[in-house]
């Protein structure tokens, strides 16, 4: 039973590129959150997808965008990439509204030169 | 808003010893309570979770955690560690409703001794 996989594992960007990151989640599950975890520090919300809209926000600027697609994978959006961007980006799966945690996958390393 | 607290950065044992890594929350009610684990250059592995019931809770590799409401703390024990523990430890919780993602501490870097 596949976990959650994303791609591609690293990438380098200049600044003022746009990249997308992508997640397939875990077999089962129906809903994709992302997560930015800059060096050193704890991962941070920011967005939830569920039947393929955004159920949930957090803190970060209309610069990432995303999207779900019908076979629920996902893709992060990031436009006009500041040197601040530079992050380990973490995709986490789950099922609809179930209480039963999320499944992490092993990110995609973003470094924006 | 609601906050998560690991107040210590870097944790040493040594191969055997007992572990406990502290997390406190900041929030009016009881969220819903986690912690993960993460090798090097790895993604999150969830250890435990606490949503309502017998404050003890057990986990894999060993790991149990205590939710104590009096002190808004959900603390990490292991009654005897091994050198495949050495890892980054966050709490993390998460508000009723499972649209509003998890808030995670800055977490826990754990360094085992031989």
């Known amino acids: 039973d596949a976990g959650v996989t994303q791609s591609p594992t690293h990438l380098i960007k200049t600044r003022g590129q746009q990249v997308t990151l992508r997640c397939s989640p875990k077999s089962g599950h129906d809903t994709v959150s992302w997560y930015q975890q800059a060096l050193g520090q704890g991962p941070q919300f920011i967005f939830q997808y569920y039947e393929e809209e955004e159920r949930q926000r957090g803190n970060f600027p209309d610069r990432f965008s995303g999207h779900q697609f019908p076979n629920y994978s996902s893709e992060l959006n990031v436009n006009a990439l500041l040197l601040g961007d530079s992050a380990l980006y973490l995709c986490a799966s789950s099922l609809g509204r179930l209480r039963n945690g999320y499944t992490f996958g092993s990110g995609t390393r973003l470094t924006v030169v | 808003a609601q906050s998560v607290t690991q107040p210590d950065i870097h944790i040493t044992v040594s191969e055997g010893a007992s572990l406990e890594l502290r997390c406190n929350y900041s929030y009016g009610a009881t969220p819903y309570l986690f912690w993960y684990v993460q090798s090097p250059g790895q993604g999150l592995q969830l250890l435990l979770k606490y949503f309502s019931g017998d404050t003890l809770v057990q986990g894999i590799k060993g790991f149990e955690a205590e939710f104590k409401r009096s002190q808004s703390s959900f603390n990490l024990r292991k009654p005897s560690v091994h050198w495949s523990d050495a890892a980054e430890y966050f709490c993390?919780?998460?508000?009723?409703?499972?649209?509003?993602?998890?808030?995670f501490g800055k977490g826990t870097h754990l360094i085992i001794q031989p």
């Open positions: 993390a919780v998460e508000l009723g409703g499972g649209a509003d993602g998890l808030t």
